[in-house]
């Protein structure tokens, strides 16, 4: 399920050319990223486009993508891989993304891993006159997102994150409503030609910090556009970063090194680094329980 292609002049295991139109990622067969550890935080990851083969250390696996979303939360210790199988043999195999870094607080960041599947039916789409507006997390005025992972800094309603995946038509008009205060507000143009938000010109490809106190007028081009919304109450603590880590102090990172160095939080039972399920697997996610839902 890797592609039909030669894979001489490609930095291999770090591949982020875009060379003949793809990249391979850290995959050396299949394009993706092969085990790898996270702790400290969460990853929210939304497959638009394509599909995501996921395994880990619980040994929890799933195919999820068309416009499904994984929410998982790291806490103490995990490893998964993330590949992009090309499922499809006759036609191209496109794969649009975003994976989303969500901190935990100091006193969440040892919970236990968690993973669950927001399954693309099951999230709300609001439709208003030229614009969808699908609620990822938080609420778009009366309706709900589903409920995110039970640790989670957004499954506290007042700490008001969310995440608003939106499309506007051609020069369709969207009018952001107020967030309370204390909030961050940030949006990501990935998809269109331009957007004028109250008097300012953004082009796709750029992103804007929006005051949230306040409701913001976004009028659209003469192209579709798609952009992504993402605002909630900061954690205020201190955060050191280092690879897939995130924690409160640089001693924290150097600990979760040696501990992933000693435990491979939890090792890998599976057979290979970069797994795969079935080429005839459809969307399934099977959880450590044993549990198994299909789509």
Request: one cysteine or more; aromatic letters at 10%; glycine letters at 10%.
């Amino acid at each position: 399920m890797g592609p039909a292609a030669a894979l001489d002049g490609r930095n291999l295991g770090n591949d982020f050319t875009l060379k003949d139109g793809w990249r391979m990622y850290h995959g050396h067969t299949v394009p993706g990223f092969p085990y790898h550890p996270h702790r400290g935080f969460e990853t929210i990851t939304i497959v638009n486009k394509g599909y995501c083969d996921h395994s880990d250390s619980l040994g929890a696996a799933g195919r999820f993508g068309q416009g499904d979303v994984q929410w998982m939360t790291a806490g103490r210790g995990v490893q998964h891989s993330e590949m992009f199988p090309l499922l499809d043999q006759e036609e191209e195999n496109p794969l649009e993304l975003f994976q989303i870094w969500l901190n935990l607080p100091k006193a969440s960041k040892f919970v236990e891993p968690h993973f669950k599947m927001l399954w693309h039916e099951e999230i709300p789409v609001i439709r208003e006159k030229d614009v969808e507006i699908k609620t990822i997390a938080g609420r778009w005025r009366d309706h709900k997102a589903p409920v995110p992972a039970p640790n989670s800094w957004a499954n506290n309603p007042d700490h008001q994150v969310a995440i608003w995946n939106i499309h506007i038509e051609p020069h369709g008009t969207l009018l952001l409503p107020k967030a309370g205060t204390g909030v961050n507000r940030s949006l990501y143009f990935y998809e269109g030609n331009t957007l004028t938000l109250d008097d300012q010109i953004l082009e796709s490809g750029k992103g804007a910090d929006l005051e949230p106190q306040v409701e913001t007028s976004i009028q659209n081009g003469d192209k579709k556009a798609h952009l992504l919304i993402l605002q909630g109450v900061p954690i205020s603590e201190p955060v050191a970063q280092y690879g897939p880590f995130v924690m409160n102090s640089q001693q924290e990172i150097e600990k979760a090194m040696e501990d992933y160095r000693l435990t491979r939080f939890g090792g890998w039972p599976w057979p290979h680094p970069d797994q795969v399920h079935e080429r005839e697997k459809g969307r399934f996610a099977r959880y450590p329980d044993g549990r198994e839902e299909v789509k």
